[in-house]
């Protein structure tokens, strides 16, 4: 049952009454479907703290029926009632196509079938309609006392389609290894089918939950079990490193989902029809902003405002890179391209305002900005990949010098230190990508630059 209940409508319309005697009758809506991991925690805070912000007056949250909630908002004159129906991505895209949402919460990018039956929603995946609200990485999850520090995307493929069946095989305690995973409407279950099971299917022993909090609270409570949740699903459960082939293992954090080199790492998204309601851009603006981004990182995701942060580069990476980022700090974002191309997804153009905004800020103005680009194994030979890098660090630049940003050093390093493996698009994807430096600008490195310095 999705429909919303009369007596809880009844309820909510007599306490808004009784809140505000004198509002008016004209009532406004807005109505969020769609992916658990985005609407059950997430999106109710955005829209609370969004109320709270504009100044608005908000009511006791209702649960209608189970993953629905409605969040009742006076303003001035008007009552908005704030729907969120948390049943799985595949369930908002429906209701966003058929009229019955404002917005369709995802945890993974449109796919190409979704977009061939969005006509109606026209260009669905213009910057105007998709957003990038949040940076999340599928956390691999064990009991906290589970010996196992780290796995592979390979094992945890083996593993969940049946192939491994046992904690010895992947290093741990001898016994049987209890599987859970999200439902088949899950974006992040398809998020998993993407990124870990490719081709494989799951195994028909795994136990499947629409809530990834009861599924993280379930594997806390299993010495053996395993289960994949979003980075704010882990809570006491233990998330393990991950590696592909050709990598290190990485755990989620700030810096290796920010990046998005955590292997797992992905985007959370809201999509909109055309012609949003003014309230609606109101509220995706706020989303996008400052404000909206403190609630990400409150709530337990990756926000995408920039920060640097001390790393040392990778002790396999070869010297050209390592001599050009020397005693440089990493910034919070990397850009990514498709195959073959420099052209900036919809993420990496506002990112490009982040940067600038960033930059622009009075402790930031005396830094050297460094920029290294990227390509894929696949990208036709060595010497090609190096062009391409270096083109498409350059095109970072172009994007950033019409602001008055100008890099101190733009260079590429072909197919050097991959974060993924290349046997899948999506891992290709991954190494296609311009990384982010900053140095104090009385710093000075022996090396060249495509860009002449600055000044």
Known sequence: ????????SLVTILSLATAAPAMAQSDASLRLHGSNTVGQRLVPALVRAWAEERGYRIGETQRVVEEEIMIPIVAGERRIEAHVHSHGTNTGFEDLVAGRADFWMASRSIGAAEIARAGSLGAITAPQQEHVIALDGLAIIVHPSNPVSSITVAQVRDAFSGRIRDWSELGGRPGPITLYARDDKSGTYDSFQAMVLGGATI??????????????????????????????????AKALAVSDAGTRPLAPSRLTVGTEDYVLARRLYLYNGPAPSPLARDFIDFVLGAGGQRVVEQVGYVSQDVVALAVPPREDAPEEYRLLVDGAQRLSLNFRFDAGTAVLDNKALRDVARLEAFLRQPQNRSLDLILVGFADSSEINPYHALSLSTDRADFVATQLIPRGVTPRRVRGVGGAVPVAGEDTDHGRAKNRRVEVWVRPRAATVATGSSIPPAG
């Open 1 to 8: 049952m999705r429909a919303s209940s009369p007596l809880v």
């Open 203 to 236: 195994s028909p022993t795994a136990r499947r939950y629409e809530s990834t909090d009861q599924l993280s609270t379930d594997v806390v409570a299993d010495p053996r079990g395993l289960g994949f949740v979003g980075l704010a699903g882990v809570g006491r």
